[in-house]
C-alpha cells in the first residue's frame, strides 16, 4: 500500500504559476495527473523514485515541471503560465511497480491515487 496526498490548489488568475504537492508514504515512481471537468484523466509528468529521470508527453511544451525531495517524502508539480484551460482537478499517482525501469503515462498502470486538489484558473 502507498499512501499519497496532494495540496497546493486554488483559485488562480491566468499567467498565474502554482507548485502542488504529494506527500508519499514510501519511495517510488510518481506519476502526475488531471481531470477536467467531461474530460478523460490526462497525463502531465513522472518521476522516478530517486528522481533521477522525469517523462513528460509533450517535453517541448515545458508549462509543467515535476520534482521530488525524498528527503521530505514530496513530489511537486511546479505549473506556469496558467490559462483557464488547466482547470482541473489534480492528482498523484504510485506506480504499480514502484522501481519500474522506464517512466509510464497511463493511468492503468498506477495502482494507488490520492484524493486530488483543485486548481481552477479563472479571471
Known amino acids: 500500500q502507498v499512501q499519497l496526498v496532494e495540496s497546493g490548489g486554488g483559485l488562480v488568475q491566468p499567467g498565474a504559476s502554482l507548485r502542488l504537492s504529494c506527500v508519499v508514504s514510501?519511495?517510488?515512481?510518481v506519476g502526475w495527473f488531471r481531470r477536467a471537468p467531461g474530460k478523460e484523466r490526462e497525463f502531465i509528468a513522472a518521476i522516478s523514485w530517486n528522481g533521477d529521470f522525469t517523462y513528460y508527453p509533450i517535453p517541448e511544451k515545458g508549462q509543467f515541471t515535476i520534482s521530488r525531495d525524498n528527503a521530505r517524502n514530496t513530489v511537486y508539480l511546479q505549473m506556469d503560465s496558467l490559462e483557464p484551460a488547466d482547470t482541473a482537478i489534480y492528482y498523484c499517482?504510485?506506480?504499480?511497480?514502484?522501481?519500474?525501469?522506464?517512466?509510464?503515462?497511463?493511468?492503468?498502470?498506477?495502482?494507488?491515487w490520492g484524493q486530488g486538489t483543485q486548481v481552477t484558473v479563472s479571471a
Open positions: 514510501k519511495p517510488t515512481n
Open positions: 499517482a504510485a506506480d504499480s511497480m514502484p522501481y519500474r525501469g522506464s517512466l509510464v503515462g497511463t493511468p492503468d498502470e498506477y495502482a494507488f
